[in-house]
C-alpha cells in the first residue's frame, strides 16, 4: 500500500526526515543471513543497528555510528540522505519506514503499530546480534 502524499509531503519541508531517519523492515532486505547483511552493510554507508526493546535497522544520522543503543535515551537527527529538496531515494527506493511516514505539519505518524513492528524484528534478533561482532 503506497502512503506518499507529495503536497503533504512538500509542505512538511523534511520534518520528518530531520528528526530522526526511517528505518528498515525485514521485508526490505533480500538477504538476511549474517552474510547477506554483511554485505547490504559493507555496500551501503547509510545503514546502522538500532537496540531499542528489539533490535532493528535503521537509516543513520550524521553523528550515529554502526550501532546505536536507545536503552538510556532516544537519539534522534537528521537522516543522512536528506537533501535540500528531499530524499536521496525515490519513493520506490525507500525503506519501509520512509514510505509509512504521515507528516502532518510538525508532527509525523506513522502507519504501523508498535507490536507489529517488534513482532516482524524478533525472530532476526540472533543475526542482528552476530552482525554487530562484525561491524
Given at each position: 500500500?503506497?502512503?506518499?502524499?507529495?503536497?503533504?509531503?512538500?509542505?512538511?519541508?523534511?520534518?520528518?526526515?530531520?528528526?530522526?531517519?526511517?528505518?528498515?523492515?525485514?521485508?526490505?532486505?533480500?538477504?538476511?543471513?549474517?552474510?547477506?547483511?554483511?554485505k547490504e552493510?559493507?555496500?551501503?554507508?547509510?545503514?546502522?543497528?538500532?537496540?531499542?526493546?528489539?533490535?532493528?535497522?535503521?537509516?543513520?544520522?550524521?553523528?550515529?555510528?554502526?550501532?546505536?543503543?536507545?536503552?538510556?535515551?532516544?537519539?534522534?537527527?537528521?537522516?543522512?540522505?536528506?537533501?535540500?529538496?528531499?530524499?536521496?531515494?525515490?519513493?520506490?527506493?525507500?525503506?519501509?519506514?520512509?514510505?509509512?511516514?504521515?507528516?502532518?505539519?510538525?508532527?509525523?505518524?506513522?502507519?504501523?503499530?508498535?507490536?507489529?513492528?517488534?513482532?516482524?524484528?524478533?525472530?532476526?534478533?540472533?543475526?542482528?546480534?552476530?552482525?554487530?561482532?562484525?561491524l
Amino acid at each position: 500500500m503506497k502512503y506518499e502524499n507529495q503536497s503533504l509531503c512538500s509542505a512538511c519541508g523534511g520534518y520528518c526526515c530531520k528528526q530522526s531517519p526511517c528505518f528498515f523492515m525485514p521485508e526490505d532486505f533480500p538477504d538476511l543471513s549474517l552474510e547477506g547483511l554483511l554485505k547490504e552493510f559493507r555496500e551501503k554507508d547509510y545503514l546502522c543497528i538500532i537496540l531499542d526493546e528489539v533490535a532493528y535497522i535503521s537509516m543513520r544520522t550524521e553523528h550515529w555510528k554502526s550501532v546505536v543503543r536507545l536503552f538510556e535515551k532516544r537519539v534522534s537527527g537528521p537522516c543522512v540522505l536528506l537533501t535540500p529538496t528531499g530524499c536521496k531515494f525515490s519513493y520506490d527506493e525507500r525503506p519501509t519506514g520512509g514510505k509509512l511516514l504521515i507528516p502532518d505539519y510538525g508532527r509525523c505518524y506513522l502507519k504501523l503499530d508498535a507490536k507489529s513492528f517488534i513482532k516482524a524484528w524478533k525472530p532476526y534478533s540472533e543475526v542482528l546480534h552476530q552482525l554487530m561482532a562484525h561491524l
